[in-house]
């Protein structure tokens, strides 16, 4: 290449450390042009995820002003805009870190292609996750289908090392246009929710370090126990944080790690929860089709219903059922999602509606803030009992046992349900705030009666399991 500038295509690695490309760059010497793309792929982000990667690259363009570069920002497809920015900078490469959604693979693939192809070096690297997908295989070469033997070979494999930040990067002299971030609208389909949810982000890689060390300083210790009760601070709520790559994995891996080492109680469940993550990506780089499809084919015959009034209930947070509700609520207020509340909200669609996983897969990835491709597949299809390593169909989760498990207290349910309470806190009137204009909710309203009574719902899906069965 010489010396001419390097172009770094900035995805969902949005940090300073532990960033495999940027040390790479940074050790090169050559001169850097920083882009972030709103390219299609980008664009068809849902409405909640789109607007918080736009905070992210704000953050992460502020960021970069302070080791001497800037973020460049172009909105097109990814081959047209890259090359355009080639030919305007002299660029010799263009790298990125890896993404392995069908999506991206088939985008990044083509545009490898055609940069190469154009005597532009094109280069990819690792970094979104602890192992790439293919690299944990099973003893004869294949892929894992069940967790606990991924579990089992992934852990004792050794990770790198996080790379520290760069204290100063060498820029170009002669600075590209840029787009504004504001003229892309990134928060336009949030509409009134965007000024609720924002009260709730921790948006940065300071942010995202700061809530780690806060994980690690105290709840950790608790986290296996409490990790399931949604009305505790006992999880490390990272999730928004490592999908927008405001944090790296293999930093977070090694701050669980060094916590285990330490004796900290919890800190093994936190490792295996992180795997839980890896296993996700490594089901989707070997059967795409999990984004999609049923993992499962014998369940392509199954009777779920498409979408109809009673999901649109539950969209609404309005089944008359208060853990249910309680958990779509919160992520209307939030932009998250409590990971006990999203299986007990899966199962109550899936199986005491009826509703098919895509009709809740779908509407997850417009609303998380925390949406990530192959943990809301894998979650929706083991929840739903098509995927792999799923609970079996029969095992349907009654919301109201469930409230009586993990949370006794009623605590969760009077955060987000404004009806449950004489004097409701402003996060359960907030979710009224939040909500589309159009569905008509305001506070003092009455709460709903249930959309079905628990114990027929349980029979009608065990019916139409036992009736597939026969």
């Known amino acids: 290449m010489s010396d001419r500038p390097l172009i770094l295509w900035f995805r969902r690695d949005l940090r300073l450390s532990d960033q495999p490309m940027l040390a790479a760059a940074a050790a090169s010497g050559w001169a850097l042009v920083p882009v972030f793309l709103l390219d299609p792929e980008t664009e068809a982000l849902g409405a909640a995820p789109k607007w918080r990667l736009g905070l992210s690259v704000e953050a992460f363009g502020k960021a970069l002003e302070g080791v001497g570069v800037r973020l460049v920002l172009r909105r097109g497809s990814a081959l047209d805009a890259l090359r355009g920015l080639v030919v305007e900078t002299g660029a010799g490469g263009v790298w990125w870190s890896r993404l392995y959604d069908p999506a991206s693979v088939a985008r990044d693939t083509a545009v490898k292609a055609a940069l190469k192809a154009e005597g532009v070096e094109a280069r990819s690297f690792a970094g979104h996750l602890l192992h790439e997908p293919w690299a944990v295989e099973t003893g004869q070469g294949g892929f894992y289908r069940v967790f606990t ?74 986290y296996g126990e409490m990790r399931d009760f949604p009305g505790v601070a006992g999880t490390s709520r990272l999730s928004e944080n490592l999908t927008c790559g405001e944090i790296g994995i293999r930093e977070v891996w090694h701050a669980g790690l060094r916590a285990r080492d330490e004796g900290r109680a919890g800190a093994e469940s936190f490792l295996r929860e992180l795997a839980w993550r890896e296993f996700s990506y490594h089901l989707m780089h070997h059967t795409p089709e999990i984004t999609r499809g049923n993992w499962r084919a014998e369940w392509d015959g199954f009777p779920w219903r498409g979408d109809n009034p009673d999901a649109e209930r539950w969209r609404r947070g309005m089944t008359g059922e208060p853990f249910v509700d309680a958990a779509m609520r919160e992520m209307y207020v939030t932009g998250t999602m409590h990971n006990r509340a999203r299986m007990v909200a899966a199962s109550y669609l899936t199986k005491h509606l009826m509703t098919h996983w895509k009709v809740g897969l779908d509407w997850f990835a417009d609303c998380l803030t925390d949406w990530d491709p192959a943990a809301n597949a894998m979650g929706w299809q083991w929840v739903a009992g098509s995927g792999p390593d799923s609970a079996p169909f029969f095992r349907i989760f009654n919301p109201g046992g469930q409230a009586e498990k993990f949370d006794a207290d009623g605590r969760y349910r009077r955060r987000f349900v404004a009806e449950l309470s004489g004097a409701p806190g402003p996060e359960a009137l907030a979710y009224f705030a939040a909500v589309p204009r159009s569905w008509g909710l305001v506070p003092g309203q009455a709460y709903p009666a249930p959309v079905v009574e628990l114990a027929a719902g349980r029979a009608r899906a065990l019916a139409a399991y036992g009736a597939g069965k026969a």
């Open 149 to 222: 033997p991924y579990w089992t070979a992934m852990r004792g494999l050794p990770v790198t090392a996080p790379a520290v930040a760069p204290t100063g990067l060498r820029g170009v002299e002669r600075w590209p246009v840029s787009d504004r971030l504001e003229d892309w609208r990134l928060g336009a389909a949030m509409n009134r929710g965007a000024e609720v949810v924002a009260r709730h982000q921790v948006v940065g890689e300071a942010a995202a370090r700061s809530r780690l060390g806060a994980f690690l300083d105290g709840p950790v210790d608790r």
